[in-house]
C-alpha cells in the first residue's frame, strides 16, 4: 500500500496524512482525533511510509549524527538517553561514532557522517594534551559548505560555523577562586588530567586567572596534570595547600590519599565539577573502606558544581531539532547554569532521571 492508497483508506488528503505520520502530534497541525486515527490505522494496517521516497522529498535523512570522545564512558548512558528521549519520539534516527580520543577518527566519522547527509551532527569534542586544538576540523567544515548544523556539547570547541551547548565552566572556576580566596586560602592545587576537554581548560584557566588578579603570587598556585594516579615526583609540590581546583569529582578519592600525605584535609578547600550521576555513584561507594564517612567529611569544605547529564541529553535533543526545522539560524553558544536540573531546583523536570515521580 502507497501513501495515497492509504491516505484514500482513511478518508483523508494526502498531505493530511503525511503530517500525522511525519510529525509529533503538536507540529502535525491537525486535531490530536484525527491524529490519533491515522496511526491506529496504520497499526491496524502495517502500514509505513517509504524512507526512501520520504528523504527524497524532504531532502532529509531522518538521522542525526553523534561523535564522542572517551568522556562517553563516564556519561554515555545518560547522556544518550536524553537525546533519544526527544529524537525518537519524533521518528529521527542516531548514528553514533566513537572517536577514542585520536583526532583521525574524529575527522574519518565528520566525513563519513557528511556523506551519510545526516540532518544534523552532535559533536563531544576529543580530549587532547595541552591547548585544544581545532585546526583539523576547522578546516574539514570549511571543505563542506553544506555541511548539516553542528551542536558541540559540554564545553564543545570554538570551531566557525557551528553551535555549542555548554555550562559555564569559567564562572565555575572563577567563583571557586574568590570562595577559598574568602575562606583565607593562601596556597593553591589544580589538579587536572593529562588529556583535557575545552570545559575543563577554561575552568582551569579562569581559576588561576582570578587568583592572579587578586594578588596570589605564581609561585602559590602549583597545577599538576595527571593520568590516573599521581606520580610520586610530582606528590611533593601540593605540600600545605589549603585551596585546590579539582577538574572533575571522579578525581577526588585518588587525590585524597595523596593530599594527605603532603596537607592537612581539615585544612584544605576543594572546589570540583561533577554530573549528578556520577555523584551519585560516588556517594554510593564512598571512600572508606568501611563506609564510616563519605568524602565530603574528609575536607574543610568541599563545594561541588553539578549538571545532569540526562538533563544536558533532552536539552541536547530539542536543540538539535531547532536546528534541522531553522537552517537559517546563525551559529551561536548557550550556556546553562549550574545545578539547574537538580532536585528541588526550579525549572521544567527537575527530578534526578532515576528518581519515583
Not at 54 to 60: L, S
Not at 113 to 133: K, S
Not at 294 to 319: C, K, P, W
Request: proline share 5%.
Amino acid at each position: 500500500m502507497n501513501i495515497r492508497e492509504f491516505a484514500a483508506h482513511c478518508k483523508l488528503s494526502i498531505a493530511s496524512v503525511s503530517r500525522a505520520l511525519n510529525n509529533p502530534p503538536e507540529t502535525a497541525q491537525m486535531s490530536r482525533k484525527t491524529y490519533d486515527y491515522v496511526h491506529a490505522e496504520a497499526r491496524e494496517l502495517g502500514y509505513r511510509p517509504n524512507y526512501h521516497a520520504r528523504a527524497f522529498h524532504t531532502h532529509r535523512s531522518g538521522c542525526v549524527g553523534i561523535i564522542g570522545g572517551s568522556s562517553m564512558k563516564y556519561i554515555g548512558i545518560a547522556l544518550l538517553e536524553g537525546i533519544a528521549d526527544v529524537l525518537d519520539g519524533r521518528g529521527i534516527a542516531t548514528y553514533l561514532a566513537s572517536t577514542r580520543d585520536e583526532i583521525e577518527r574524529e575527522a574519518g566519522a565528520f566525513d563519513r557522517m557528511f556523506y551519510r547527509n545526516v540532518d544534523a551532527i552532535i559533536h563531544m569534542p576529543t580530549l587532547q594534551e595541552g591547548e585544544y586544538r581545532t585546526d583539523r576540523l576547522a578546516g574539514l567544515l570549511k571543505n563542506n559548505p553544506g555541511h548539516p548544523p553542528i551542536l558541540s556539547i559540554l564545553g564543545g570547541a570554538e570551531i566557525p560555523g557551528t553551535f555549542r551547548l555548554r555550562m559555564k565552566d569559567a564562572e565555575a572556576g572563577r567563583e571557586a577562586a574568590l570562595r577559598q580566596l574568602k575562606l583565607g586560602c593562601r596556597r593553591f592545587g589544580v589538579i587536572g588530567t593529562l588529556r583535557r576537554s575545552p570545559a575543563e581548560n577554561d575552568g582551569i584557566r579562569a581559576y588561576r586567572n582570578t587568583l592572579l588578579e587578586n594578588g596570589v603570587s605564581p609561585l602559590n598556585i602549583r597545577e599538576i596534570s595527571i593520568r590516573h594516579n599521581f606520580p610520586d615526583s610530582r606528590q611533593e609540590e601540593l605540600r600545605d595547600i589549603d585551596g585546590a581546583w579539582i577538574v572533575y569529582y571522579l578525581l577526588v578519592p585518588t587525590c585524597f590519599q595523596v593530599l594527605r600525605r603532603v596537607c592537612d584535609p581539615k585544612k584544605l578547600h576543594i572546589d570540583t565539577v561533577s554530573t549528578l550521576e556520577n555523584r551519585e555513584l560516588l556517594l554510593w561507594l564512598q571512600l572508606d573502606a568501611d563506609c564510616a564517612l563519605s568524602i565530603r567529611d574528609h575536607f574543610a569544605s568541599l563545594n561541588i558544581f553539578q549538571y545532569s547529564v540526562y538533563r544536558i541529553g533532552v536539552q541536547t535533543g530539542e536543540t538539535v531539532v531547532k536546528l534541522i526545522n531553522a537552517p537559517a539560524l546563525k551559529p551561536y553558544t548557550q550556556e546553562l547554569e549550574w545545578n539547574q536540573f537538580l532536585p528541588g531546583i526550579t525549572g521544567p523536570e527537575t527530578a534526578a532521571p532515576d528518581s519515583p515521580e
